[in-house]
Nanobody, 115 residues
Framework: QVQLVESGGGLVQAGGSLRLSCVAS????????MGWYRQAAGKERELVAR???????EYGDTVKGRFTISRDNTKSTVYLQMNSLKPEDTAVYYC?????????WGQGTQVTVSS
């Protein structure tokens, strides 16, 4: 049983910042890849940020330099710090973990950036 619950979404003005949180429950090994994806209306789900075993991270091209992923293993929480937000960042953001060839997803949290 693995559950991921996102929070922190909302409405923010362009240029502002927002921090998303994902609380994970269940047995998730340390080798698990943790990440954030997003899906805008009418578009496919895309990678936002992903952190691999050892701490290395990769980011989608559209968010590089603006977003930062981090993880607090003690609290079983993954964060996504989003700075310099743009209207095109508007989407539902999903927390994800992957291990043993299986993907788990949260319910998503809406982020809306006004212009």
């Amino acid at each position: 049983q693995v559950q991921l619950v996102e929070s922190g979404g909302g409405l923010v003005q362009a240029g502002g910042s927002l921090r998303l949180s994902c609380v994970a429950s269940g047995r998730i090994p340390r080798i698990a890849v943790m990440g954030w994806y997003r899906q805008a209306a009418g578009k496919e789900r895309e990678l936002v940020a992903r952190q691999h075993t050892g701490g290395s991270a990769e980011y989608g091209d559209t968010v590089k330099g603006r977003f930062t992923i981090s993880r607090d293993n003690t609290k079983s929480t993954v964060y996504l710090q989003m700075n310099s937000l743009k209207p095109e960042d508007t989407a539902v953001y999903y927390c994800n973990t992957a291990f043993l060839t299986t993907n788990y997803w949260g319910q998503g949290t809406q982020v809306t950036v006004s212009s």
